[in-house]
């Protein structure tokens, strides 16, 4: 298995300009999420999904939007960029929870890093 | 909001030598999480410890949770030079279960 990949692994956009992180997972998890790394800011949250057609905003959505057409994918928007969305962007999954709908281990792709300048 | 916080933020040690790094954390959980990140890529799962659990190992790995003081303690025994990364805490609040909420990480270097 693949596991959580990411494409592409390295952009450079300018201000204003748009663009699309692709996430897709083979481990037929039902949850999915989308973070932002900054330096000296751990992972923040942007947007997450619980299933095929559903998604909610995170701790930081302004800027972005997403889709989850197929359960296998989750797909990160910038509709126009601005250099404050510099930064890398991770996508996560996890499987549906147990009882009492418990958060438990995600898995991680490896990340891309997007420069706008 | 950052409902984790590590401490130290950065710790350099000669390898053999134990790690410690702590997390405190703000509201009461369901679990913490630790995550490894190595320079240049994804995290990686390490330990679950759920919030009726005080102690848990795994390899080399010893976790500790103290619910009354909201922190929990990673310890590393025997380092070598393939544990220098980031490590990050994560909890998971209740009523808003879909969701993990991540510290601002430890960076480890282990020295030969």
């Known amino acids: 298995n693949a596991g959580v990949t990411q494409t592409p692994k390295f952009r450079v956009l300018k201000t204003g300009q748009s663009m699309t992180l692709l996430c897709a997972q083979d481990?037929?998890?039902?949850?999915m999420y989308w973070y932002r790394q900054d330096p000296g800011m751990g992972l923040r949250l942007i947007h997450y999904?619980?299933?095929?057609?559903?998604?909610a905003k995170g701790e930081v959505p302004d800027g972005y939007n997403v889709s989850r057409l197929k359960k296998q994918n989750f797909l990160l928007g910038l509709e126009s960029a601005a250099p404050s969305q510099t930064s890398v962007y991770f996508c996560a999954s996890s499987p549906r929870f147990g009882a009492g709908g418990i958060q438990e281990t995600q898995y991680f792709g490896p990340g891309t890093r997007l420069l706008v300048l | 909001s950052q409902q984790g916080e590590e401490d130290p933020q950065a710790l350099s040690i000669q390898e053999g030598e134990n790690a410690t790094m702590n997390c405190s954390y703000k509201t009461s959980i369901n679990n913490l999480q630790w995550y490894r990140q190595n320079s240049g890529r994804g995290l990686v799962h390490l330990i679950l410890i759920r919030s009726n659990e005080r102690e848990k190992h795994s390899g080399r790995l010893r976790v500790t949770l103290d619910t009354s003081k909201k922190s929990s303690s990673l310890l590393i025994t025997a380092s070598r030079a393939a544990d220098t990364a980031s490590y990050f805490c994560?909890?998971?609040?209740?009523?808003?279960?879909?969701?993990?909420?991540f510290g601002t990480g430890t960076r480890l270097q282990v020295t030969l």
């Open positions: 994560a909890t998971a609040v209740g009523g808003t279960a879909s969701k993990l909420t």
């Open positions: 481990m037929n998890h039902e949850y």
């Open positions: 999904s619980v299933g095929e057609g559903t998604t």
